[in-house]
């Protein structure tokens, strides 16, 4: 089992730059993958970002790509979103997740690949 616990959400102006954290605990592995999604108001759920854990390979949605960086610090086993460039589009709620199948997978972009989740933290940008 593992548990996911996000923080650092708010309401920041267009322009403006917050970071996301999750942190991590249980039973973790260095073939997992870490996701981050979003989900906009009336909106489904989106692929935000991606980090596998050993490697530090990583891959964004085209929306965030240059704008947004996933990181991690193995030793707090805590994965972080640096969001820069913030629009108003951007507001959603913001989960972290966990693939551990990875291995499997050339990339876990759906949902489906992920079996961990955290309760979500709010992301506001206003115009």
């Known amino acids: 089992q593992v548990q996911l616990v996000e923080s650092g959400g708010g309401l920041v102006q267009a322009g403006g730059s917050l970071r996301l954290s999750c942190a991590a605990s249980?039973?973790?592995?260095?073939?997992?993958?870490m996701g981050w999604f979003r989900q906009p108001p009336g909106k489904e759920r989106e692929f935000v970002a991606a980090?596998?854990?050993?490697?530090?390979?990583?891959y964004y949605a085209d929306t965030v790509k240059g704008r947004f960086t996933i990181s991690r610090d193995n030793a707090k086993n805590t994965v972080y979103l640096q969001m820069n460039s913030l629009k108003p589009e951007d507001t959603a709620v913001y989960y972290c997740?966990?693939?551990?199948?990875?291995?499997?997978?050339?990339?876990?972009?759906?949902?489906?690949?992920?079996?961990?989740w955290g309760q979500g933290t709010q992301v506001t940008v206003s115009s």
């Open positions: 980090i596998r854990w050993s490697g530090g390979d990583t």
């Open positions: 997740a966990v693939d551990r199948d990875a291995w499997r997978r050339f990339r876990s972009v759906s949902e489906d690949d992920y079996d961990y």
């Open positions: 249980g039973r973790t592995f260095s073939t997992y993958v």
